[in-house]
């Protein structure tokens, strides 16, 4: 059986799933004392979410035939910020480095540091970058 290609509409709707089970694991966290088990669940769903994020952007770009070719998520973010599909170029550059800077072999402080940025700023920026591509979409 032939798999079916991605499209634009399937990675937004994708991205949109992973950020309401982000937002919803947040929001769990919220409720008890975080275990490395639900530290370790909040930052798969936030890489997960953003990792769908730049898909849909990609796809958005391939879709309008964009002729640009990107060659990681910086390109794809600073092409998206120039589209207009997100607001705060500079948080989702954050993001990115917070991403790189993140490994659980290093110190304890850039998990604190990402989890931190999670909860506080990076789930707003996939939320207006959710309204953004559904004013597109509409």
Not at 18 to 29: D, F, G, P, T
Request: hydrophobic share 35%; aromatic share 10%; net charge neutral.
């Amino acid at each position: 059986m032939k798999p079916t290609p991605l499209t634009f509409e399937k990675c937004f709707v994708d991205f949109q799933d992973a950020l309401e089970q982000l937002k919803h694991e947040v929001q769990k966290a919220k409720s008890q004392d975080l275990s490395q088990k639900d530290e370790a669940k909040i930052v798969r769903s936030f890489e997960l979410t953003h990792e769908l994020a730049l898909q849909t952007m990609t796809e958005f770009f391939r879709q309008q035939k964009h002729s640009l070719r990107f060659s990681g998520s910086r390109d794809i973010t600073v092409e998206a910020f120039n589209e207009d599909l997100i607001d705060d170029g500079k948080g989702w550059m954050d993001m990115i480095i917070l991403r790189i800077k993140y490994n659980p072999i290093y110190p304890e402080s850039a998990q604190n540091e990402l989890l931190g940025r999670v909860k506080k700023d990076f789930i707003s920026l996939f939320e207006n970058f959710a309204r953004k591509v559904s004013s597109r979409i509409n």
